[in-house]
């Protein structure tokens, strides 16, 4: 397979024979993006922009699916060895009997925005009000489906109180927005800094920064990360180590870098609303991510804490924790 990154399964074919044969040398690992384009996942691409996986002699095809539950269910059936997505869907996997586990963990925070709607900002000045309300999520089952239900819990809304609306991200999110289909929603940078520039809607919920996740959550919720099948990752340590050097070399290099240096390494098309826009979405989010790979502390048991408050499945499962992540690779990377 090329050497690509890759939107929606569509291959960018590499530039010449050459490089062409050099990809097929070397391990290929397929990892399913929830969104390419979302500031919360731009270490993986950034990764790919800077050659890092290349340089570990890994060959890496990345794939775009806006939602990440869908992104979950090509990793359970085999069609992609990785995705990076959200941390939380190892848990959820667990209580239904599938072993899945972070490889690297990318972010400490959600990076996740609830935004309301000009017109519904009147009605709702806090998640104690979503009684009654559409709300956006990207996906039904996905993380933010799973944060919205424990905003509104935390808040004595009961969840079958608040009516949850798969608009995905972007486009879709603003167009949803504009519409009035939706009351507001949680969304991502860029989308977060195309709704306020546009004076559509405005910030009611902000957990980009480590502060921000404490207040609404209660701690770090450990988010953005590289997760695969326990099973492959067993069968191939010598592949997720070179994934987790290259990825934390991403990290390392992000800490280190303005939002400037960072946004003119990514493709250009991921500036829909301009680059200045763009800078200022990596700036807003780059507070969320970690320099060097490792679970927080803490952040398994908050995640716990917040999926366990609305989903019965996960409040009668006895989970291992401990087997949701791994610091084995990230410890090693220098």
């Keep these: 397979m090329c050497l690509a990154l890759s939107g929606c399964a569509d291959d960018s074919s590499a530039n010449s024979p050459g490089k062409h044969e050099e990809a097929l040398k070397g391990d290929t690992v397929k990892i399913m993006v929830g969104g390419l384009d979302k500031v919360i996942y731009l270490p993986a691409v950034l990764t790919q922009q800077l050659g890092y996986f290349k340089d570990e002699g890994v060959n890496v095809r990345l794939l775009s699916e806006p939602a990440g539950v869908q992104a979950t269910t090509s990793l359970v059936a085999g069609d992609v060895q990785g995705v990076v997505g959200f941390y939380d869907h190892t848990l959820d ?33 806090s998640p104690k ?99 695969m099948n326990t099973g492959w990752v067993d069968g191939h340590k010598e592949t997720a180590q070179k994934l987790a050097n290259a990825l934390v070399k991403t990290l390392k290099w ?63 499962a006895s989970l291992d924790l401990e087997k949701t992540y791994t610091t084995e690779f990230v410890k090693r990377a220098g």
């Design 93 to 125: 996997l667990q209580a239904k009997g599938k072993q899945v586990e972070s490889v690297v963990q990318l972010a400490q925070t959600p990076g996740e925005v609830e935004v309301v709607s000009k017109e519904a900002a009147g009605e709702i000045s």
């Design 129 to 227: 009000d979503f009684k009654g309300k559409k709300l956006g999520v990207t996906g039904l089952g996905s993380s933010t489906d799973f944060l919205t239900k424990y905003l509104a819990v935390k808040n004595g809304v009961q969840v079958g109180d608040v009516t949850p609306v798969a608009v995905g991200a972007g486009q879709t999110f603003i167009s949803a927005l504009q519409q009035g289909s939706i009351d507001g929603g949680m969304t991502t940078d860029p989308t977060v800094a195309q709704v306020v520039a546009k004076d559509l809607g405005k910030v009611l919920v902000d957990m980009r920064t480590p502060e921000g996740s404490k207040a609404a959550l209660g701690g770090l919720y450990p988010s953005s990360s590289l997760y």
């Design 254 to 316: 992000m800490s280190e870098h303005s939002p400037e240096e960072i946004a003119a390494k990514m493709p250009e098309d991921y500036a829909k609303g301009g680059k200045e826009l763009y800078v200022r979405s990596i700036e807003s989010t780059l507070p969320m991510f970690t320099k060097d790979g490792v679970m927080p502390a803490d952040g398994p048991k908050t995640v716990h804490e917040v999926l366990r408050s609305f989903n019965p499945a996960i409040k009668n």
